[in-house]
C-alpha cells in the first residue's frame, strides 16, 4: 500500500516561553483520512503544539509544509485558508450568539448590501447541523442553552462547512457524558470518511485505541515517540506518558502476535 | 404575563399577529419580548403615577424637557452599552462630553465657523475613545482603569484649556441645535404675539433617535455588531474563529467616544456656553440607563432599545420626583434601589 502524501507536516517545532520549552523539536505528519492521537501529561506540551498549527500561538522554531507547501501560519486566519480547522472543548463558542452565529463567526454570509444574511445562515446552519445530527432542533436558541454535544456538533459543522483539509480537537469530549462521546466518537469517523485528517489529544486511552491510526506521545515538550496503534498495548503507551520511553525489552505487538 | 396583557388587546387582527410571532419565537427571544414589555409597564406605570401625584407632570412642555434630558443620558448610554457588550466599561464619556463641547466653544470664539467648531468637537470626542481603545488593546490595560485614566485627562483638559471658566458670548447660532427644533408651527395670535400650534421635536431629541437607529442597525445586521456580542461572550473563541477582537473592541471605545462628542456638543449648544464642569457623573447615568435595559456587565447581553427606555426610567424617574419636591438626596437612594433591584430582576430571570 502506498501511503498518501501528507497534508501537514510540522519539522522540529520548537516553543519557548521565556526559559521553558514548552515545545521542543517536534516533527509529526498527518495524512489525509488519518487520526493521529497526541499524547501526554499535563503540561506536557500538546496544546501549545496544537495552537502553533491551528494560527493561535506563534512558534519560535521549526518549519510547517501544507500541501508541501511551506506556511507561516502567523494567526488562525492564515490557519483556516490553509483548511486547518480548530475544535476546542470549551472555548470554542461565543456564548450568547447561536448556532448559526458561531458556525459562520468571523466569515459571516452577506447580502449584497454588505449586511448580514441571516436568512442564508441559519438554513445553511441548519442543513449543516442536521447533517451531523438528525435531532439537532433549537438552533436558534443561543448555546449557552446548548447541551456539550450539541456544542461539539456546532463546532464541527464548522469545520465541515468550511471544507476542512486538517481538524484538531482538543480533547473533545473532556465534558461530555458517555452518548454524547460516542456520537462524537461517530462525527470523528465522518471526519475521517471524508478524507479529513485529525489531530485528536486525549486523556482517555480507550478513545484513542478506538479512533487513531497512529499516536503521538509527548513529555515535557519532546515527542518521545510515534507509533502505528496496532503496535503498541495500553502498557506501551502508559510507559512513553510517565517514564519518556518504552519498556528495554519492547518489540511491535503486531509483530509479537502474528 | 405578556400574553394575558396581549389578549385584552380589543384589536382581533393585531391579537392573531401577535400569537403566529409568538410561536415562532424561541425561548431566548421570548424572554427579551417579556423583558421589554415589564420594561415598559414600568415606565407606563411611573408616568400614571406622577401624573396623578403631580398636576404639573403630564403636560406637553414637560415631555419636552424630560425628552430633552432623556437625549444626554440616552447617547452617553448608547455609547457605554456598545463598550459594555464587548465586556468593557468606559467610565470617560462624562469628561469626553465637557472636553468636545469646550473644544467646539473655543474654536467657535476663535473665530471657526459653528459646523466646523462642531465637527472637531465631535472628532476630539472620538479622538479620546480611540485613545482608549489603544490602551485598552494595544497596552492590555483593564477598561476600567484605561477609562478612568481618560476620566481625568478629558476633564483636567478641559478645564485647562478653560482657564476653569464657562466660555459663554458663542452667538446665537451655536445654540441652535441644542434648542431648535424641527417642524415648529407658529401662528399669530390675535395680540399680535407668536403662538406654538405645534413645538415641534427638538433637534437633539432627533439626533437621538437617529443615533439609536444607527448604533442599533449596526448591531443587528453588520459583521462588526455581531462581532461585538461574540466579543463579549467568549473573547478567546471570537479570536480562534478570525474575528479581530482588537478592531472590534477599537470600534466600539471610537463609537462611545464619538457619541459622548455628539452628547458635549448638543449640550453646550442648549446652554449656549461651552461650560468645562459640565457632564460629571453622567457615566454613571449611562451605565444605569445600560444596565437597567438589560445590558450585562459581563458583555455579550444587551440592546439599544432596552438602553432607551433605560434612560427614559432615570430621566423620568428625576423629573417625576423634581416635580413632586423630593430632595435630591432622597432623589439618589431611590434610583440606587431601582438600579438594583432592576439589576437583581434580571439576575433571577436569567438563573438556570
Ligand atoms: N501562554 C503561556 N505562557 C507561559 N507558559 C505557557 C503558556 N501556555 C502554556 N505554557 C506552558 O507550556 C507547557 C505546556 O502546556 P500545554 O497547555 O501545551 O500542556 P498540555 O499538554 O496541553 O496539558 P493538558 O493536558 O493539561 O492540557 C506548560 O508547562 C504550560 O505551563
Ligand atoms: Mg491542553
Known sequence: ?258 | MSGERISTCSDAEVKGRFARLWSHMNGDERKDVVQKFAAVFSLMALIVVFSVTSDAFFSVGNAMTVSLQTTSIALLGIGVTVVILTGGIDLSVGSVLALSGTVAGLLVKDGWPIWAAMSMGVLTGMVCGCINGFVVTRLRLAPFIATLGMMLIARGLALQLTGAAPVSQLGEAFGVLGNGSLFRTLSVGANGLPKVIFPGIPYPVLIMIVMAIIVAFILRRLAIGRHIYAVGSNEQASRLAGVNVNSTKMFAYATSGFLAGICGIVLMSRLVTAQPNEGIMYELDAIAAAVIGGTSLMGGVGTISGTMIGAFVISILRNGLNMNGVSSFIQQIIIGCVIIGAVYIDHLRNRR
Open chain 1, 1 to 258: 500500500m502506498v501511503a498518501p502524501a501528507p497534508i501537514v507536516e510540522m519539522k522540529n517545532i520548537g516553543k519557548r516561553f521565556g526559559g521553558i520549552h514548552a515545545v521542543e523539536n517536534v516533527s509529526v505528519e498527518l495524512r489525509p483520512g488519518e487520526v493521529v492521537g497526541v499524547l501526554g501529561h499535563n503540561g506536557a506540551g500538546k496544546s501549545c503544539l496544537m495552537k502553533i498549527l491551528s494560527g493561535a500561538m506563534s512558534r519560535t522554531d521549526g518549519t510547517i509544509m501544507v500541501n508541501g507547501e511551506e506556511v507561516a501560519l502567523a494567526n488562525p486566519i492564515e490557519a483556516r485558508h490553509c483548511g486547518i480547522e480548530t475544535i476546542y472543548q470549551s472555548l470554542a463558542l461565543a456564548d450568547h450568539l447561536d448556532a448559526p452565529a458561531n458556525l459562520f463567526l468571523g466569515r459571516e454570509l452577506k447580502t449584497r448590501f454588505g449586511t448580514l444574511d441571516d436568512k442564508r445562515m441559519e438554513m445553511e446552519a441548519r442543513q449543516a447541523l442536521r447533517q451531523l445530527n438528525p435531532n439537532f432542533k433549537n438552533i436558534t436558541d443561543t448555546v449557552l442553552n446548548m447541551s456539550g454535544g450539541q456544542r461539539q456538533v456546532i463546532a464541527i459543522a464548522r469545520a465541515i462547512y468550511f471544507n476542512a483539509r486538517v481538524v484538531i480537537m482538543d480533547e473533545p469530549t473532556a465534558a461530555l457524558g458517555p452518548s454524547e462521546t460516542a456520537m462524537v466518537a461517530e462525527l470523528i469517523e465522518k471526519l475521517r470518511e471524508q478524507g479529513i485528517g485529525i489531530f485528536l489529544i486525549s486523556h482517555d486511552l480507550n478513545d484513542v485505541f478506538d479512533l487513531c491510526d497512529r499516536v503521538m506521545v509527548m513529555k515535557n515538550g519532546q515527542n518521545v515517540g510515534t507509533h502505528a496503534i496496532d503496535e503498541v498495548t495500553k502498557d506501551d503507551l502508559l510507559n512513553l506518558i510517565i517514564l519518556g520511553k518504552l519498556p528495554d525489552n519492547w518489540s511491535p505487538r503486531n509483530l509479537v502476535a502474528s
